[in-house]
């Protein structure tokens, strides 16, 4: 993929382009010979390919197509998408019409016409997808790429309704945003039909189930955020619902947390879980979600349960190191900070997370690319251009508030009231690659720094003169504008800034926001959002195909530098640390009004632990939100270094009957002990490529040591036995004999056992250690330190017991001067203990799998088998 000039595309930059925002003939039928068409060439509904080419024969309802392959392919003219523009300039054109078109004088629409088609033209400004595919194009198309919805009211009806707002957005080409905070709690009473709710997180399924149906244009599918409080009974069903295959699959989901909320984690303190009184007078027609102003009130709010804060952030963290979901918003932080704190509190973000919005509140989104600002000559940033650009750029988003059609009121009505923008950038990491500027590094970090605030300035400026020409947004008030924690800043920096909002007013609420720019950013050749590179060599899975991408800017450098390695400040996203990725978004993050769509990259083998500091690193920093990718944490993953078989990558369906969901479950517990071991030697593999092959027999006699630890499962026995001072074998005896755990554990042992004594290569007990550790299942025990999450984390928690008493008493033999010998006899933590058959009763009975829902949730009860938690029974 490679732009040979402004007005060309190629490869899958012009397949992106075609399909997503180039203005589209209404019927395919009136292609014609000569005509550039997109043609779907594998008609499949998760995984279809499209391509480019030319058509060279039409007959009837049949057309003949010549890819820029060069292969030719007979297909149905339904299956051509066919545009009236053709290249980029035809659409900058376009947009530089339409978006001047609102200005109040045939003057300043000539003029503004020709500021927008030069702050458009070679890319300098990439509209948001909205706003490329429908101005000037449709008066149908909403020019903004998403919304947040209000709250569902707690009623059927309420329900209904938002369930409509949301798929009339969605058929209009905009994503969504929901808090479900508004719904009551799973099994709380509704009088009205003398039965209990279902609670937030089902309906939150509902939203998810019609997403996935509704079609955007034709050209890209619903998106949708859920998002709920920390203090709602049902946070801890939402944070783990996507465990749970089926329920919510089309949605991101993210937890708004509180100051509160993090210094109770931090202070290991108990958290409530509330919720209004239903019964409360008002509750139909005031209750919205909340939960501080209906205190305020003094509305009465009943108790649900007192759980650690540890807990709930332990299972967040838990549950976005398995799945990357849910990713966290600070949401109370980012109120606090936000400049409409005083008459339009922000309630969630946008599918993507980069925008905290209002009820009714809309994104309206573009992007500077920051590649095209490097000045060569001088080896900088061309401050002046860039700055030009910026001001032009705030104008024409602050028109497209004016171009864009309204199918709801409100929304025209809240838009209109506080006129929020979105400005961001993309190209950043080609631009430091220009510089030779590391990504990460802590020069970088003063460079982001001046970039950044320089932006900020430049845009803030530019509102406060708008203002002065057309007025400012309607509900600013001087005094408590300035008031707002960014502006706080932003003052002290800039205090002439200070000076033109007091005389000039602002014309826009907000005006800074750093989206994602996927699509576009790989349309016109350069790095997305403020992300480095994933790789210089990738490939791509979209709906337009499974692309192969190469950076231009990298082969550029290894077709003039043959044979040589990339100098250090070419990243990726995978050579940076995840803490690197933090601060690279905290320190954006104090310049940008709105927040950030950023992921903080991880290797596979990123353990639960680190994913905590992670996240409270981020909130120690600033950030108003964090989201992590471990890789390979998802079975699709849109970017990937190698090329699998695209047909591998669909799920498979769940079986249906219960005897296949029982053989199901016993089969996941093995296939997880052995990936867990297979990615180590994979792992031990790039160490280093020499492996010996030989496998270590088992002498008669080995010494080690048999722990006992309490796990989800109940107690296991896990013995662990030597071999010249190294551990070579392990056992496992959890459960009873003939349970499922019981099997599952044995073979866990057994493969666990073929891998340590196997080869002599690297460090495999610490290998082992690193992916078994963490691994969690439908439960976990104890606290802190003394938690377990599975058998597998036992298991890791085991050896490294071992592998610590045996280097004491191998430093203490060498000290003695005395041949060393493992011994037996190894000091334990608090929940491990050297085996002993005192009877003692363990802290956690003996559980199995249950085939219906797959938790370690079933037991003996009245001599059945029984699940605790679905109510399966084998005697039924």
């Known amino acids: 993929m490679v732009m040979k000039s402004s007005s060309r595309l190629e490869g899958l930059s012009e397949k992106i382009f075609l399909d997503r925002y180039a203005w589209k003939q209404a019927s395919p039928e009136l292609a014609k010979m000569g005509d550039t068409v997109l043609v779907l060439t594998k008609d499949d509904p998760k995984f279809p390919t499209k391509e480019v080419g030319e058509v060279i024969a039409r007959s009837g309802d049949e057309a003949t197509v010549l890819l820029r392959s060069g292969e030719t392919m007979n297909t149905s003219v339904e299956k051509l998408t066919l545009t009236v523009e053709r290249t980029p300039e035809e659409m900058w054109d376009r947009l530089a019409g339409a978006i001047s078109g609102v200005e109040p004088t045939e003057e300043k629409r000539g003029l503004w016409r020709e500021r927008f088609r030069y702050l458009l033209d070679d890319w300098k400004l990439v509209p948001g997808g909205r706003i490329a595919a429908g101005a000037g194009a449709s008066d149908e198309l909403t020019l903004f790429n998403c919304y947040v919805i209000p709250s569902p009211k707690d009623s059927r009806g309420g329900i209904m309704q938002t369930l409509s707002e949301m798929t009339e957005i969605m058929a209009r080409g905009g994503g969504v945003g929901i808090n479900l905070s508004s719904l009551r709690p799973r099994r709380s009473v509704v009088k009205g039909v003398n039965g209990s709710s279902s609670g937030a997180v089902s309906w939150g399924g509902l939203f998810s189930y019609t997403t996935g149906l509704i079609e955007q244009g034709g050209s890209r599918r619903g998106a949708l955020m859920l998002m709920i409080h920390d203090w709602h009974p049902d946070v801890l069903d939402f944070i783990t619902v996507k465990q749970t295959m089926g329920q919510v699959t089309n949605a991101n989901l993210s937890v708004c947390v509180s ?57 967040i963290i838990e549950s976005a190191w398995k799945s990357a ?4 918003v600070f949401m109370e932080y980012y109120n606090q900070m936000s400049n409409s704190w005083y008459f339009n509190p922000l309630i969630a973000t946008n599918p993507c997370g980069e925008q905290g919005l209002p009820a009714w509140g809309v994104c309206n989104l573009s992007a500077i690319n920051l590649s095209k600002f490097y000045d060569d000559v001088n080896h900088d940033v061309d401050w002046a251009e860039l700055g030009k650009v910026t001001r032009y750029a705030v104008r024409f988003l602050d028109n497209v508030i004016d171009a864009t059609p309204y199918h709801f009121e409100e929304n025209e009505r809240n838009q209109k009231r506080e006129r929020r923008v ?51 947004f309607e509900a600013f008030d001087a005094d408590k504008f300035v008031q707002s924690g960014f502006m706080k800043q932003m003052i002290e ?19 800074l926001t750093q989206a994602p720019t996927g699509s576009t950013g790989t349309m016109v050749g350069t790095s997305t959002g403020i992300e480095p590179y994933f790789a210089f060599e990738y490939y791509r899975q979209s709906r337009l195909g499974f692309d192969k991408q190469y950076v231009p800017i990298a082969q550029q450098w ?19 640390s995840a803490e690197d990725h933090i601060r690279v978004q905290a320190a954006i993050q104090r310049w940008v009004d709105s927040s950030i769509s950023k992921t903080a990259n991880c290797p596979n083998d990123f353990t639960v632990d680190e994913t905590k500091r992670l996240y409270e690193l981020a909130f120690e920093l600033g950030c108003k939100g964090v989201t992590i990718y471990r890789d390979g944490s998802r079975d699709v993953q849109v970017l990937s270094t190698k090329k699998e078989d695209e047909d591998s990558k669909k799920p498979e369906l769940a079986p249906e009957s219960a005897d296949d969901r029982e053989a199901a479950a016993a089969v996941a517990f093995k296939v997880a002990a052995e990936t867990a071991v297979a990615a180590a030697v994979e792992a031990n593999k790039a160490a280093d490529p020499v492996i010996d092959k030989q496998y270590k027999r088992r002498p008669s006699i080995l010494r080690g040591a048999t722990y006992k630890i309490n796990t989800p499962f109940g107690m296991a026995y896990i013995t662990i036995n030597d071999l010249d001072g190294t551990p070579v074998e392990i056992f496992l ?4 004999a003939g349970s499922d755990v019981f099997a599952m554990a044995e073979a866990l042992g057994r493969v666990c056992s073929l891998f340590l004594r196997y080869g002599d290569h690297g460090n495999k007990v610490q290998l082992l250690i690193k992916h078994l550790k963490g ?13 377990v999450e599975s058998i597998a984390d036992a298991v890791a928690k085991s050896l490294e017991l071992h592998v610590s008493a045996n280097a004491e008493e191998a430093a203490s033999a060498e000290a003695q001067n005395v041949a060393f010998s493992p011994l037996p006899t190894i000091a334990p933590p608090a929940n491990a203990i050297v085996q002993d058959y005192s009877g003692k009763p363990s802290e956690a009975h003996p559980r199995d799998l249950c085939p219906s829902c797959g938790g370690a949730t079933l037991v003996h009860i009245e001599g059945c088998k029984t699940c605790g938690t679905c109510g399966y029974s084998r005697c039924t």
Do not use: C
Not at 279 to 302: C, N, P, S, T
Not at 500 to 506: E, K, P, Q
């Open 259 to 315: 100051n509160d909320f993090m210094r109770a984690v931090k202070e290991d303190l108990d958290w409530e879980l509330v919720f209004p009184d239903t019964k409360e007078e008002g509750y139909d027609e005031e209750w919205d979600g909340d939960l501080a102003k209906w205190r305020a009130q003094g509305k009465r709010v009943i108790h649900y349960r007192t759980v650690r804060a540890r807990e709930i952030w332990h299972t």
């Open 325 to 328: 979901e849910p990713g966290v």
């Open 422 to 472: 979105g400005l961001g950038s993309m190209g950043l990491a080609e631009l430091m690659i220009k510089l030779r500027i590391r990504y990460g590094s802590p020069e970088s970090l003063l460079f982001l720094d001046k970039l950044y605030s320089f932006i900020a300035r430049e845009s803030y400026m530019a509102s406060s003169e708008i203002a002065a020409e057309k007025g400012s």
């Open 493 to 511: 920096t800039y205090p002439e800034l200070g000076d033109s909002v007091a005389t000039n007013g602002m014309r826009n609420v907000t005006v």
């Open 558 to 576: 290894k077709d003039a530098n043959p044979g040589e390695e990339l100098p250090d400040y070419f990243v990726t996203s995978m050579s940076l």
């Open 733 to 736: 005896n959890v459960g009873k």
């Open 775 to 787: 691994i969690g299942g439908s439960g976990a025990i104890g606290f802190g330190a003394n938690r």
